[in-house]
């Protein structure tokens, strides 16, 4: 069986999580957190998260899980379309939003969720930044209904699992000029793909966690 190591909280494991769930396939997730212990850097020299295991064997970085699976289990829907063009352009829109929208959200949304003050200069000089990488998102995406077509491909994956957490997390820091307010289409396709099944259950599982780490906090405080 497939084993998904990896915190249900985590955006990249999440994205490996909706590609799994949308193929149908049969998985059990080892819930364990980043880590630098050797016996961990032995499965991901990084250190990082996800990891996937299959018969004793691992893969890290979530894009290569993906491209993995895609490999091995090439029942519909395909993460990576067959035709050479199309194929690019969900590799093209996954990096644009990991490297040009996530990537820099990261430096905000990190320190906020770990109880760390963030300086409003840091607020101001990602703003533009988040800006320029939405408005270039813009140009690429489709939302007809998923963001790269017709199909669910692996540019859904990262978009549901990173552009909800830069949303959410960053919304307090930019209440009246959110970047992704300004991507036409991306409030419409959030709604659809939560009436997918498998979205609904990474965001059911993402809100019974926040529950216990609410309850944690007050009992600490």
Known sequence: ????????????????????????????????????????????????IPVLEVDGRFIFESGAILEFLDTVYPQEPKLIPNDPWEAADVREITTMIETYIDLPARRIYIASTRGKEVQQSLVDEIHPILMKGVRALQRVVRFSPYIAGKTFTMADCSAFANLTVVDEELRKFYPNNHPLDSLKGWKEYVEFMKTKEGPAIIEKEKERLRKIIARAKVKVE
Do not use: D, T, W
């Not at 998904?4 to 396939?25: C, Q, R, T």
């Open 1 to 48: 069986m497939i084993k998904l190591h990896g915190a249900s909280l985590s955006n990249y494991v999440n994205k490996v999580k909706l590609g799994i769930l949308e193929k149908g396939l049969e998985y059990e997730q080892i819930r364990i957190a980043p880590s630098q212990e050797e016996s961990f850097l032995k499965i991901s020299p990084m250190g990082k």
